[in-house]
């Protein structure tokens, strides 16, 4: 952990809500979602609160997947190792879904959590998924943080970085402020010296 003695980035968070539609990507419907939303708040960081409903021809990744990926369900744990599988034609609940969303450039990560028609539960990085009925998502973006991925020597991989921003526009505002309260104070200043200054006149007779 670098700069331990320093709190880390933080700022206001605004949620947003919405529900997808059936045969729509999550993916793609993600990032077109939260594109919009960075525009309109001009905010560069985003986050999943909470998100329900169901999703078919569902794509994860799995725990320790090697860099090779490949997308056939048949090439999976039976060589020894885990990779991307797809579940084409069967049907989940999603029972969580986690992660951060940044702007195209840094991309996003997203864990999943599915259960099928017996209960069973599956999980791992979130590729894609279609919505099957509905899916329900809240969405968190935060101010005055920007997410980036950079690449770690310690993981091989590109990895979150968080910074504290300055949110555009502050400054200006603050000095358009501070502005109004001098200019304010002059306006007063000026008025009490009238004032002194007419009580001190001799009065007519």
């Given amino acids: 952990m670098s700069n331990a003695s320093q709190p880390p980035p933080s700022?206001?968070?605004?949620?947003?809500?919405?529900r997808l539609n059936p045969g729509d990507s999550l993916k793609s419907s993600l990032r077109h979602i939260t594109d919009v939303i960075f525009k309109h708040h001009s905010h560069s960081?985003?986050?999943?609160?909470?998100?329900?409903?169901?999703?078919?021809?569902?794509?994860?990744?799995?725990?320790?997947?090697?860099?090779?990926d490949t997308q056939n369900e048949q090439n999976n744990s039976s060589q020894g190792?885990?990779?991307?599988?797809?579940?084409?034609?069967?049907?989940?609940?999603?029972?969580?879904?986690?992660?951060t969303i940044s702007d195209k450039a840094n991309g996003h990560h997203l864990h999943m959590s599915l259960s099928d028609g017996e209960g069973n539960?599956?999980?791992?990085?979130?590729?894609?998924?279609?919505v099957f009925t509905t899916v329900e998502i809240v969405l968190g973006t935060v101010g005055e943080v920007k997410l980036t991925r950079e690449h770690d020597e310690n993981t091989g991989y590109r990895e979150l970085v968080a910074r504290q921003i300055?949110?555009?526009g502050v400054d200006e505002e603050e000095g358009i402020f501070s502005t109004m309260v001098k200019h304010r104070v002059v306006m007063l200043m000026v008025l009490l010296t009238g004032v002194v200054i007419g009580s001190n006149l001799p009065k007519r007779r």
């Fill in 45 to 68: 960081s985003a986050f999943v609160l909470t998100a329900v409903g169901s999703l078919e021809d569902v794509t994860l990744r799995l725990a320790n997947a090697p860099k090779k």
């Fill in 81 to 99: 190792e885990n990779c991307i599988r797809r579940w084409e034609n069967q049907r989940f609940e999603i029972v969580s879904l986690v992660g």
């Fill in 166 to 168: 300055q949110q555009a």
């Fill in 121 to 130: 539960t599956i999980g791992g990085h979130f590729m894609d998924g279609v």
């Fill in 11 to 18: 700022g206001p968070v605004i949620s947003h809500v919405f």
